[in-house]
Nanobody
Framework: QVQLVESGGGLVQAGGSLRLSCAASGITFSRNDMGWFRQAPGKQRELVAVISSGGSTNYADSVKGRFTISRDNAKNTVYLQMNSLKPEDTAVYYC??????????????WGQGTQVTVSS
């Protein structure tokens, strides 16, 4: 069975840092594009960062320069380093795994989410 398990969320003050981890099992990790999404109360889920199977990264404009996504294929784990956190970053953060053949996605999995709360 496929499992994506996030960890590392918590309560921090503005300007602080957190590092989220997502451990994957049941997938061929190295072949999956991995991403982090977030959803704040009353808002739609939005893409935060993505790292492709080849290592290319993309970030939402709101987090560019502050967040860094990385992956360790040997550990089947994707990370999100979050620095200079702002109250606007408060949300539930979800790990995502997608496998594609060319441009066609063949699978799409989500973790259970981890809460990040940034106080002012």
């Amino acid at each position: 069975q496929v499992q994506l398990v996030e960890s590392g969320g918590g309560l921090v003050q503005a300007g602080g840092s957190l590092r989220l981890s997502c451990a994957a099992s049941g997938i061929t990790f190295s072949r999956n594009d991995m991403g982090w999404f977030r959803q704040a109360p009353g808002k739609q889920r939005e893409l935060v960062a993505v790292i492709s199977s080849g290592g290319s990264t993309n970030y939402a404009d709101s987090v560019k320069g502050r967040f860094t996504i990385s992956r360790d294929n040997a550990k089947n784990t994707v990370y999100l380093q979050m620095n200079s956190l702002k109250p606007e970053d408060t949300a539930v953060y979800y790990c995502n795994a997608r496998f594609r053949s060319g441009t066609v996605y063949l699978s799409n999995y989500w973790g259970q989410g981890t809460q990040v709360t940034v106080s002012s």
